[in-house]
């Protein structure tokens, strides 16, 4: 139910913090260590590449397990869009493990692949959020997102749930392979929770973002390098489903080549920087943008920000920003759609689950 709230989404985003603590706790042994299943460590352990399949922000999530698994755990992932995956196989390992990211676990693009994957052998794991659904019950092992029941069609805590579910299995098979890794994943979790937390008690920013970047706005890009570009891709999906602008993320290097044509008098340039090592790089992109009369909005995590930036969220760990960076693009989405009078939890033309081919 969504009790006071106006609407699902704008609960079900307020949840987020709660979600991540409710993610510890599921994940942590009698010992207080973060954990998961042994039969499913071993599958990860066994494997000798891991190939994730989703759709829609499941697959924005599935690139960020990616740099998760790789940095982590050393381990080499592909992300596949499960609609091209049937009839555009890539050449496999010889041990792979198929991955499959899906909040309802009903998503029939993603099932025609578990089916074929099924036929071909090779070993399955469904992270999804309901247990006992269709891919949950055919894959061979399940990871649960603990999100609670998601109802707005625009998914927001199973996309955090699912980062940090992937994040927790990445940092337990590294720690299982006897990697070094500096840092302790539950306190960073924790911090995300309380950073996610800090954003959404200041949702009136987000709100006059949203009014004086969007409000008449025909298109908007996102723009972020490395793990800021895979939330840049989810910052564009959540505007377009549910305020209709036409939004696009790119690699910041990437609009020269091409997508700055389109940039106008007044377009806005919402730009992610989170990420030291390309801090500079992505505020040059800002600048070439602005030269061409952008109307460029920087959204700086605390260390990284400097005069101007017009959003500045708290530190954390530097791969899990998606976690924190995510929510004010979620928040402004929401209230670009409340300025532009859309259904924002029932947008037009789509379903919660997607269930057919
Ligand atoms: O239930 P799934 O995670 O498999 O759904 C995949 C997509 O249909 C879904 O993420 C969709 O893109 C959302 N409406 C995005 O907000």
Redesign the pocket.
């Known amino acids: 139910e969504k009790g006071t709230y106006p609407h699902y989404m704008l609960k079900e985003m307020d949840e987020q913090p709660t979600v991540i603590r409710k993610i510890i706790q599921a994940y942590e042994s009698e010992a207080g260590d973060l954990t998961i299943d042994a039969a499913i460590l071993h599958a990860l352990q066994d494997a000798d590449r891991l190939y994730i399949i989703?759709?829609?922000?499941?697959y924005h999530a599935g690139l960020i397990g990616k740099q998760y698994f790789e940095k982590m755990a050393g381990i080499p992932v592909e992300v596949h869009i499960s609609s091209e995956f049937g009839y555009n196989m890539p050449l496999l390992s010889e041990k792979p493990l198929f991955i499959f990211?899906?909040?309802?676990?009903?998503?029939a693009d993603?099932r025609q692949v578990l089916v074929k994957i099924k036929e071909l052998g090779y070993p399955t794991l469904t992270i999804t959020n309901v247990p006992g659904s269709t891919l949950s019950r055919e894959a061979d092992h399940t990871l649960l997102l603990h999100a609670g029941p998601e109802i707005a069609?625009?998914?927001t805590k199973?996309y955090v749930a699912q980062v940090a579910v992937l994040a927790v299995a990445a940092y337990v098979t590294a720690k299982a392979n006897g990697q070094g890794l500096e840092f302790d994943l539950k306190q960073e979790l924790a911090i995300a929770a309380n950073g996610i937390q800090t954003i959404i008690d200041s949702k009136d920013v987000l709100e006059d973002i949203a009014e004086d970047y969007l409000k008449i706005a025909r298109n908007a890009f996102f723009i972020g390098r490395n793990i800021d570009f895979c939330v840049s891709l989810e910052g564009a999906?959540?505007l377009k489903?549910i305020s209709y602008i036409q939004a696009e993320g790119f690699a910041g290097g990437e609009l020269k080549h091409g997508t700055i044509a389109l940039i106008e008098e007044g377009t806005p340039v919402f730009a992610l920087v989170t990420q030291e090592a390309v801090s500079l790089n992505i505020r040059g992109n800002v600048k070439e943008v602005a030269a061409r009369g952008a109307y460029p909005c920087i959204i700086a995590m605390a260390g990284v920000d400097e005069d101007g930036d017009r959003l500045v969220i708290p530190p954390v760990n530097e791969l899990l920003t998606p976690l924190v960076s995510v929510v004010p693009l979620q928040l402004i989405s929401y209230y670009a759609a409340l300025h532009r009078r859309c259904d924002v939890d029932k947008p037009r033309n789509?379903a919660?689950?997607?269930t057919v081919e």
């Open positions: 989703a759709a829609g922000t499941s990211i899906t909040q309802s676990g009903e998503t993603s069609v625009a998914s199973a999906l959540k489903e789509l919660k689950s997607v």
